[in-house]
């Protein structure tokens, strides 16, 4: 698969805007490598499990992040071959394992891809506004200290 020029991912990004985002590819412009990117990712993920669980149920994210990888898996085969594998619900080490495994721009596109196409996918369900509302306490990427992702406390 031939890696996209950074200003084209950052170009073609169509995720909807939300206050303060940062996306996995800024990451990967500030040197964190494949590793460094997928913990940022797990970390987004279990946000968002946290944020919409008690609302849509631990089953309906997993299907909705299960959709998610499978529509983004198009792109990204490694994400692809996770949304054929048996996932838990808020367990997400498939995921951490396939994009280790990418360039660290590959890593950070795909995970921009799987979010936006969540964000789609759960705006499409209830609307904009509603889904904006429910994935704002979760949206923020955590921070990368020391190599490791800090997950930021849900508001």
Do not use: C
């Amino acid at each position: 698969m031939k890696t996209p020029h950074l200003r084209e991912v950052i170009g073609s990004r169509m995720q909807p805007e939300a206050p303060n985002i940062t996306t996995f590819v800024q990451l990967a412009a500030r040197d964190a490598d494949a590793s460094r990117i997928a913990e940022a990712a797990v970390a987004q993920w279990s946000n968002i499990d946290a944020a919409l669980s008690p609302i849509i149920g631990q089953s309906g994210v997993a299907a909705l992040f299960k959709r998610s990888l499978r529509l983004t898996g198009v792109n990204y085969p490694r994400l692809h071959a996770l949304s054929e594998s048996t996932l838990r619900p808020g367990d997400h080490p498939g995921l951490r394992a396939a994009l280790s495994q990418e360039t660290a721009l590959d890593a950070a596109a795909a995970s921009d891809a799987l979010l936006r196409t969540f964000h789609e996918l759960l705006a499409n369900l209830i609307g904009d506004s509603l889904a904006e509302r429910l994935l704002r306490s979760a949206w923020n990427l955590p921070s990368i200290e020391n190599g490791h992702a800090a997950r930021e406390p849900a508001p």
